[in-house]
């Protein structure tokens, strides 16, 4: 079938409590369309009553589907009909029929979660886990081994949300994870499973007294402006590649209705975005000042230049030795290797955000040059900077 002949009818499935999911995974949707594809979306949006719904469920009529989540009646439904099929979630109903699926990498937003939080200075960590739902499981499963991998102290709050129901839901995951954050150790990085976690964790935080970010710092993940602002302080959060995952969606797509051969558990999986830092992860009270300010004065130079312990000595007043046992006390390694992984996160941190040639990113870091760049973070983290750009 030529493009231009055909014009294939596409219904777009995202519930309406993922908003701001929604509308960035709608951009990536029509940036494919922009590219010459005969795709006609239809999308049953939420009006509150203003339009009569569209429902696209097992019932539905057409060439092709992008759905965030299924049943197995659903997919026993579409197969039958001939309907090709793409998952933009983890979930999958069990024993059921499974088809391709674009997501967010989950593996990567634990590892980002670390690296963001580990910055303050912490040595406790802890997860907020929804138990019922597999993708938190695997945001779960890399954030811990990012945190013990480094010698952190890991707790876990677990959840069950989707098993409340919706009229005492709020009351039941108050009741839940009450307990839990007044048990957690402090001061402590608490990653959330998403913003909507960041919300009732802020809320309960204040209720308890507990200062945020100063005993418990929280970081969320979606970057969704709407709950990241209306949190007190506002939230730190990951970013969702919403518009790129909503892309690669809709491309698939295309060549599935096209008859291409793509297997039902082929899985694309897209990196997040860079933390975006809010008041929510800064200003962490650890329990030696001069390391809180050791700290900080490492945080502004290091991505700029090198920093030797020797100068750190002098800034901070204290000798070598005294130094070592301070850090070590409080951050559970030397001052040495604070000062390697902030200034290997700075490179990191460019690899994964620019395009910048080696070359450019040495000068900007104040390395020799990209053959110093190569080894420095090839002893650092065990991969090479293209490895690391590939990622």
């Given at each position: 079938m030529e493009a231009t002949?055909?014009?294939f009818r596409v219904g777009v499935r995202l519930p309406d409590w993922?908003?701001?999911?929604?509308?960035?995974?709608?951009?990536?949707?029509?940036?494919f369309q922009r590219t010459g594809s005969a795709m006609k979306l239809h999308f049953d949006q939420p009006t509150g009553g203003d339009?009569?719904?569209?429902?696209?469920?097992?019932?539905?009529k057409g060439d092709g589907l992008l759905v965030y989540r299924y049943t197995a009646a659903e997919a026993r439904a579409w197969q039958k009909?001939?309907?090709?099929?793409?998952?933009?979630?983890v979930e999958t109903p069990r024993n059921s029929i499974v088809f391709p699926r674009v997501t967010v990498d989950n593996q990567a937003l634990g590892q980002l979660a670390y690296e963001h939080l580990a910055n303050l200075g912490l040595k406790n960590f802890a997860y907020m886990h929804e138990s019922s739902r597999e993708y938190s499981r695997m945001r779960l499963e890399s954030f811990r081994e990012s945190v013990v991998?480094?010698?952190?102290?890991?707790?876990?709050?677990?959840?069950?949300?989707?098993?409340?129901?919706?009229?005492?839901?709020?009351?039941?995951?108050d009741q839940c994870i009450r307990e839990q954050l007044l048990n957690l150790p402090r001061p402590c990085g608490l990653f959330l499973k998403d913003d909507i976690a960041g919300v009732w964790t802020s809320r309960l935080l204040q209720k308890l007294n507990i200062k945020c970010p100063e005993e418990i710092a929280l970081l969320g993940i979606s970057d969704d402006i709407i709950f990241c602002h209306t949190t007190t302080p506002p939230l730190s959060s990951i970013p969702y590649p919403g518009r790129k995952i909503g892309f690669a969606a809709a491309k698939l797509l295309?060549?599935?209705?096209?008859?291409?051969?793509?297997?039902?558990?082929?899985?694309?999986?897209?990196?997040?975005?860079?933390?975006v830092a809010r008041e929510s992860t800064r200003h962490v009270h650890l329990d030696d000042a001069l390391v809180s300010n050791a700290l900080q004065f490492l945080r502004q130079e290091t991505p700029k230049r090198p920093v030797s312990v020797s100068e750190l000595c002098t800034t901070m007043g204290i000798s070598r030795e005294g130094l070592r046992v301070r850090f070590i006390k409080t951050l559970g390694h030397s001052p040495k290797k604070?000062?390697?992984?902030?200034?290997?996160?700075?490179?990191?941190?460019?690899l994964r955000e620019s395009e910048d040639t080696l070359e450019t990113i040495a000068i900007d870091h104040s390395f020799a040059g990209p053959d110093e760049i190569c080894r420095y973070i090839k002893r650092q983290t065990g991969k090479t900077p293209g490895q690391i750009r590939n990622e």
């Open positions: 002949s055909t014009r993922i908003s701001g999911y929604a509308s960035r995974l709608f951009e990536g949707f029509l940036d339009i009569p719904p569209y429902p696209i469920g097992k019932n539905w009909a001939g309907i090709n099929v793409v998952n933009l979630s991998s480094n010698g952190g102290n890991f707790s876990v709050i677990k959840v069950p949300v989707s098993r409340y129901p919706i009229k005492t839901r709020p009351t039941q995951i295309n060549a599935l209705m096209r008859g291409e051969n793509v297997p039902p558990d082929h899985w694309i999986t897209l990196a997040p975005g860079a933390v604070e000062i390697e992984r902030l200034r290997s996160q700075a490179v990191i941190k460019k």
